[in-house]
């Protein structure tokens, strides 16, 4: 008797703490949502939101390329010469303008004749764990991956252990339309057009694993590959001229505004003989170097803390855009950040060389975070690629063999489509503050823009993981009749997408209809909404 007895009162026990719970929480006081007045001037339409500005990287890293890319004509995975569908299908989803390739650190040790005809030359991949570096997916098959997913090529060529005669052969390879003897070779291989190479980086953090070079030294040798670089392709003239983008900084210090002093005081000397069209800037979210913050299993503290690190992107930018308007006013060169994201500790198990980790909500409200700062910089910064497209760093997409599943910040992008090409239009609003322990940051965020067709989005994030926002949209001189979209949020701030549960961060279908001339949207907290907005 007695030990049933005890397991008698022993549920007693649970059961009534459970009610307790229950009873707690409903009688817990909502906090009451924190409402916003947003008031957008359609009438003054400001930049072009470049679509170059959703542009992707994908390096030989990890399991960047091959297993998320590329799995081989003969698996068993279903692909399409040798590249995922799955993947492919994803990503032209979500109208990825361009792709980043093949590095990064390894496209100054990338030798592109490694990578093309039938034997491929098989190396190692020092930059990232030492592992075997196949060479199986070379030109061909990103220009190929290019195709398929309808991107643009972004080629980064080899500044630093390379020669500019080897980065001249290999733009003639893939450009050349007359019958040269690469033309031919390209042909041999298996295309005979030539390639399109929409943008040429040259070089990669040549102030570190591109050479170590000082900017001086950077300087001469870009210059000499501006000019010997040459894209011959016979529909690449004019407005669709190859953009050349240029070594720029890596962060803020004094270290880097010389950088970008050096360079753009010489681009405003510059001759006919070398060009660039662009400035690259890297900038990842990252804290504490080495990587320590987790990328799942945090809680409040470190979502505060990345996310304010993640918003000081914007003075980075001004910091850089007004050194370019120095020598540069006119703002023909572009700030291309081709490398951001935030970059955590490598998961537990996982190969510290693969740079693998986890996607969590607070990576699609960073992403969006960042994404309107670039917006609200349209006319300096035209290009920026998130770091890395698949299975590295902060990704869109993560596999695992035959397995997919796409990450909260996947969906961002996806949510973000209608601004690609669109027009940056003003929106005001006063933004409140999120406290948590020593960090403080703007409630909510936004930025709206006119599509292509002519219609207006409006992007909110809020901030706040525990306060809902009542927003208030009020677009000068028109009548809003409703809004509607789709809104990205979940239970935790480290919620994540598995291969086990997909739909844990998945957007849900938002609108609202305007009352007594007033359209009111409900924002959860810790969410990126967009909104388009009928009148
Ligand atoms: O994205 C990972 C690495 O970060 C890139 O290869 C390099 O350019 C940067 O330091």
């Known amino acids: 008797m007695a030990p049933a007895t005890a397991h008698r009162s022993e549920s007693m026990r649970a059961f009534l703490a459970i009610v307790t719970l229950v009873v707690m929480a409903v009688a817990a006081p909502t906090m009451a949502a924190q409402k916003v007045e947003l008031s957008i001037d359609a009438s003054k339409p400001g930049a072009k939101v470049d679509r170059n500005l959703f542009g992707q990287f994908a390096e030989h890293l990890g399991h960047g390329i091959y297993d998320g890319i590329w799995v081989g004509s003969d698996s068993t995975i279903p692909n399409t010469r040798g590249i995922r569908n799955d993947v492919v299908a994803a990503l032209k989803a979500i109208q990825v303008p361009n792709v980043r390739w093949p590095g990064g650190c390894f496209a100054d040790e990338y030798h592109w004749r490694d990578g093309i005809g039938p034997q491929r030359a098989v190396r190692l991949n020092p930059n990232w764990g030492g592992v075997i570096e196949p060479n199986t997916f070379g030109t061909h098959e990103f220009m190929d991956f290019i195709d398929q997913i309808g991107s643009a090529a972004y080629v980064s060529v080899n500044l630093g252990s390379g020669s500019p005669k080897e980065a001249a052969d290999w733009l003639e390879y893939m450009t050349a339309a007359q019958a040269t003897t690469l033309e031919k070779e390209r042909a041999a291989n298996g295309h005979p057009a030539p390639y399109k190479v929409a943008w040429l980086g040259l070089g990669n953090e040549s102030w570190d694993c591109g050479g170590n070079m000082t900017p001086e030294y950077y300087l001469d040798r870009m210059k000499i590959f501006s000019h010997f670089v040459r894209n011959y392709n016979p529909a690449q003239t004019e407005q669709n001229q190859m953009l050349k983008i240029a070594v720029g900084p890596g962060g803020g210090e004094q270290r880097w505004t010389d950088w970008t002093e050096t360079v753009m005081k010489a681009y405003q000397q510059h001759t006919w003989s070398w060009d660039m069209s662009g400035l690259s800037m890297h900038s990842y979210t990252v804290v504490k170097w080495p990587p320590a913050f987790k990328s799942v299993g945090f809680g409040e503290d470190e979502y505060a803390q990345i996310l304010k690190a993640a918003l000081e992107m914007d003075d980075l930018i001004k910091k850089h ?123 909510v965020d936004a930025m709206a823009a006119k599509s292509k067709d002519g219609k207006l989005w409006v992007e909110i994030t809020n901030v706040d993981p525990k306060q809902a926002a009542e927003v208030e949209l009020n677009v000068s001189g028109i009548n809003v009749k409703s809004a509607s979209g789709e809104t990205l949020t979940a239970p935790k701030v480290d919620s994540v997408n598995t291969f086990e549960a997909p739909n844990s961060v998945v957007p849900k279908p938002i609108s609202a209809k305007a009352q007594g001339g007033k359209l009111i949207l409900q924002l959860e907290p810790k969410s990126v909404t967009v909104v388009s907005v009928e009148q």
């Not at 370019?324 to 490398?339: I, S």
């Not at 955590?344 to 607070?362: D, E, I, T």
């Not at 990576?363 to 035209?382: E, G, K, P, W």
């Not at 299975?391 to 796409?406: F, G, R, S, Y």
């Open 321 to 443: 855009s007004a050194i370019m308007d120095k020598y540069d006013p006119q703002k023909k060169v572009a700030l291309v950040v081709d490398e951001w994201g935030g970059w955590y500790a490598p998961l537990p198990g996982s190969n510290p060389g693969f740079l693998v980790q986890q996607n969590s909500l607070r990576d699609a409200i960073l992403a969006a975070l960042n994404i309107n700062i670039f917006a609200r910089h349209a006319d300096r910064v035209r290009g920026a690629n998130i770091a890395q497209m698949i299975n590295v760093l902060q990704a869109m997409i993560l596999t695992d063999h035959e397995k997919m599943v796409l990450t909260p910040t996947y969906y961002v992008y996806k949510m973000y489509v209608p601004f690609q090409d669109s027009t940056f239009v003003p929106v005001t609003f006063d933004a409140g503050s999120y406290k948590h322990g020593d960090f403080a940051l703007p409630r």
